[in-house]
């Protein structure tokens, strides 16, 4: 059994920038582009200890047009589950740390 959550998508430019518009002129979202559009979901929302799951979900990934795109919505809504843009929950908490990091170094600098 997974831990598929529903999505709670909340598109916002300001969030992430443009990467982030609903929908692109045509009327597409980059969801639309996705590798993993036509995978069965519980594939990306492993149960902890489950890294077979998690290498073959990164490996749709790794061939994605919109990785980017995927990921860049996963941190802007602080996505908790799953693997999103390649990434696994850790991968984000680390990155989420990192650039906190680099912003209080920054702020240090300024001062």
Do not use: I, N
């Not at 909340?10 to 009327?27: I, M, N, T, V």
């Amino acid at each position: 059994m997974s831990r598929l959550r529903s999505a709670r998508v909340q598109w916002s430019d300001d969030a992430a920038g443009p990467l982030l518009a609903a929908e692109d002129a045509a009327g597409l979202s980059w969801r639309d582009a996705a590798a993993c559009a036509s995978v069965d979901p519980a594939l990306f929302f492993p149960e902890d200890g489950q890294e077979e799951w998690v290498a073959a979900a990164r490996s749709v990934c790794g061939s994605c047009p919109v990785r980017g795109e995927c990921l860049a919505d996963a941190l802007a809504r602080d996505e908790q589950w799953g693997v999103w843009g390649g990434t696994s929950e850790q991968d984000r908490r680390r990155m989420r740390r990192a650039a906190r990091s680099a912003a209080r170094d920054r702020k240090g600098l300024a001062a």
